[in-house]
């Protein structure tokens, strides 16, 4: 068998670096809602960072926020929040962003 | 080079497979008891207890963690062995599935039975045949003889650098399993020494703490593509590659089966008869038989149902009358045998002679001597220009 193109792959089977496509996919595509903290409410408990299924919420020191390359928008942060810190936000309110995150 | 002859023993089919895997000294084993392959597991303990065999033996819940277990340990560089049969084997599709696609060279011993359905505890490769698009290499096998040398070979074949591909070393169940006959089982130092070429080989990529990889966490899109495209070009380089394991086996140990294909009096044969298995053992007396009679018939013994070996098939079938196959399985879908099947789509590459598909020995029916004649002499009559009948189930059809 003639290999006709160059592989995006190095490897022969389905191994990825952590440093390359482990950690590309771009999941954060796929939101079609946004979780947004008031940093006023957060009281930096971690709840929401305990709860979130890609564990995505990065810990701000006084606060906690998604990362949303990541994120996929299923609001089980907000669901826990028992501050009511977090509001899942449509992402056509952020459409004038320009980039889709 | 030639080793010194081995220690011969009367063992059953299944104590072969496990002493096969023994004299490769897997690093794990995990296998799940299901009939009639359950003895593999039980020898495989019995030489941990007595301590030759020195691996970690994982007690597992059912096949699908026998499969996880054994793949995991392949990935992360060790060389594992796990055994099942016919519904085992269903209930670790999806693991096998995923065996394959992560390229973990394991090696499996299955017993061939019946697959669910009917509560049918007894031979015949549904099992294997449920599998042929699991992107595994099958091997199917003739004697006890045969389980062993196979999966030595299997491993040198499933663990090579080229290959990196889970390998199920197929036996009939029941007729195998159980049958006890002589077997020489090589001294290890030999096995060792036939399997090291494997470690002069570059190192096949596996899990380190030291430097972390995902496995399988990507695969949308082009990378997917790109993986099938990798795991078909596997599939293409083993053909060649089993052949040159087996000659290589010859060398060693005296043995040798063919490769892809056994050919037996072939040659100058007008006609050709299609067996895999323990039926093939009974075929070639048949053949004798006829051939005394003065019939140019030859038999080939397929050993590999995936990779199909294509073109080992189009040189040995070119030129013959007629052909006829015998299956222990069935085609759901188009009526015949699924070996029968596979030769048809050669058709093109071999001549457009008659092709036969005889389906005998479901459920431990035996494929006995008088039907073989009676294939043959079909066979024989339709490379004579007498009208036939594509498919016959042979014990239901007088």
């Given at each position: 068998m003639v290999i006709r193109k160059k592989f995006s792959s190095k490897y022969e089977a389905g191994w990825s670096d952590a440093d390359e496509l482990l950690l590309c996919l771009d999941t954060g595509s796929w939101r079609t809602k946004r979780p947004v903290v008031d940093k006023e409410k957060c009281?930096?408990?971690g709840l929401c960072a305990l709860y979130c299924p890609p564990q995505c919420m990065l810990n701000l020191e006084d606060y906690f926020a998604p990362?949303?390359?990541?994120?996929?928008?299923?609001g089980i942060c907000a669901k826990e929040c028992s501050r009511g810190a977090i509001a899942m936000v449509p992402e056509g309110e952020f459409a004038d962003e320009g980039a889709k995150r | 080079m030639k080793v010194r002859k081995g220690e011969i023993k009367v063992i059953t089919g299944n104590a072969a497979a496990a002493y096969g895997a023994m004299l490769c000294r897997p690093d794990v084993v995990a296998s799940y008891p299901v009939t009639p392959q359950t003895e593999v597991g039980e020898q495989l303990s019995r030489f941990h207890a007595d301590g030759i065999l020195d691996a970690e033996m994982v007690e597992v819940e059912g096949e699908s963690s026998s499969m996880n277990i054994t793949a995991a340990a392949t990935l992360a560089g060790g060389r594992a062995f796990t055994a099942t049969s016919s519904w085992g084997l269903m209930f670790m599709y999806d693991a096998m599935l995923q065996a394959a696609g992560f390229r973990a060279p394991v090696v499996m011993a299955n017993a061939n039975r019946e697959t669910p359905g009917?509560?049918?505890v007894s031979c015949g490769q549904q099992d294997m045949v449920s599998t042929r698009d699991s992107g595994w290499v099958l091997i199917v096998v003739e004697n006890c003889q045969e389980i062993l040398d196979s999966v030595i070979m299997a491993f040198r074949l499933a663990e090579d650098i080229e290959i990196q591909l889970p390998v199920m070393v197929n036996y009939d169940g029941f007729y195998l399993s159980y049958l006890a006959e002589a077997v020489e089982i090589p001294a290890r130092e030999d096995v060792d020494q036939f399997l090291a070429p494997l470690k002069l080989q570059p190192e096949r990529t596996k899990l380190v703490p030291e430097r972390p990889l995902g496995c399988g966490t990507h695969g949308i899109l082009v990378e997917f593509m790109e993986l099938r495209y990798k795991h078909c070009a596997a599939l293409e380089r083993a053909k060649r590659k089993l052949d040159e394991i087996d000659q290589e086996f010859g060398e060693f140990f005296?043995?040798?089966?063919?490769?892809q294909i056994e050919e037996y009096r072939t040659e100058d044969a007008e006609i050709v008869v299609l067996a895999s298995g323990s039926a093939a053992g009974t075929a070639r007396m048949v053949i004798d038989t006829k051939r005394a009679e003065g019939l140019k018939v030859g038999l080939i013994k397929l050993r590999v149902f995936r990779p199909f070996p294509r073109e080992r098939l189009t040189q040995a079938l070119k030129g013959k009358k007629a052909i006829g196959v015998i299956d222990r399985s069935v085609c759901f879908g188009w009526n015949c045998g699924p070996i029968y099947m596979e030769l048809r789509a050669l058709s093109p590459d071999i001549g457009f002679v008659p092709m036969m598909s005889f389906i005998d020995g479901?459920?431990?029916m035996d494929i006995s001597i008088p039907h073989i004649e009676r294939v043959i002499d079909e066979v024989y009559a339709a490379s004579q220009g007498k009208s036939y009948q594509e498919v016959t189930w042979i014990p239901l059809e007088e």
């Open positions: 009281n930096y408990c990362n949303l390359d990541f994120c996929k928008g299923c | 009917i509560l049918a005296g043995r040798s089966y063919g490769g479901l459920a431990n």
